[in-house]
């Protein structure tokens, strides 16, 4: 099985601060990584995959990079609707398996 | 609207059954593989099941493996999970997905239900 691990398990930003997320992956998955983003009480809302595509919708202010390992999700300026948890998840083997989340807090 | 609508969480005590079900409305049904993905509370994304197109296949996680059953029907654009044998692990919120198989295989989500609740306590 792939461990998915991200990191940090939290941060705390302030508004309009440029954020950036680290996922990364026990075996090389090479750009088959999808990002998601989940606001309390509500269900996943996919961001990303093929590591760098931006899911229909999502702002020009969420970036995805990496290939292999190691993966990022950058958010240029961090805008009030941004705080929420955020999910990877590969999906390079038959059962793709996520990340425990990364919480992005109000500073 | 496109969108998957879960039902059917509760409460439940050890070793009981219960039936998830998930109504889906506003695109093709049949062209999407369908998925349950579950969350524990306070913990991260867990896949649980999978059933093909057409239903004639279907895979699990090894956890739920011979007490979950994944099926659809097509003719209603719904797809369920029957849980027997329900253990206090498998309390989690269950989300209803649709599934995106790129051209190297795998799956991602990009279409998800709001959740419903299994709590399995005595």
């Known amino acids: 099985e792939i461990v998915t691990t991200q990191i940090p398990v939290a941060l705390s930003v302030s508004p309009g601060e440029r954020v950036t997320l680290s996922c990364r992956t026990s075996?090389?998955?090479?750009?088959?990584l999808a990002w998601y983003q989940q606001k309390p009480g509500q269900a996943p809302r996919l961001l990303m995959y093929?590591?760098?595509t931006r899911a229909t919708g999502v702002p020009v202010r969420f970036s995805g990079s990496g290939s292999g390992t190691e993966f990022t999700l950058t958010i240029s300026s961090l805008q009030s609707e941004d705080f929420a948890v955020y999910h990877c998840q590969q999906y390079n083997n038959w059962l793709g398996t996520f990340g425990q989340g990364t919480k992005v807090e109000i500073k | 609207q496109v969108s998957l609508v879960d039902s059917g969480g509760g409460v439940v005590q050890p070793a009981a059954s219960l039936r998830l079900s998930c109504a889906a409305s506003g695109f093709d049904f049949t062209n999407y593989p369908m998925h349950w993905v579950r969350q524990a509370p306070g913990k991260g994304l867990e896949w649980v099941a999978l059933i093909s197109y057409d239903g004639t296949n279907t895979f699990y996680t090894d956890s739920v493996k011979g007490r979950f059953t994944i099926s659809r029907d097509n003719s209603k654009n719904m797809v369920f999970l029957q849980m027997n044998s329900l253990k206090g692990v498998d309390t989690a919120v269950y989300y209803c997905?649709?599934?995106?198989?790129?051209?190297?295989?795998?799956?991602?989500?990009?279409?998800w239900g709001q959740g419903t609740l299994v709590s399995v306590s005595s």
């Open positions: 997905a649709r599934g995106i198989v790129p051209e190297r295989g795998g799956f991602y989500f990009d279409l």
């Open positions: 075996q090389d998955v090479s750009d088959r």
């Open positions: 093929s590591a760098s």
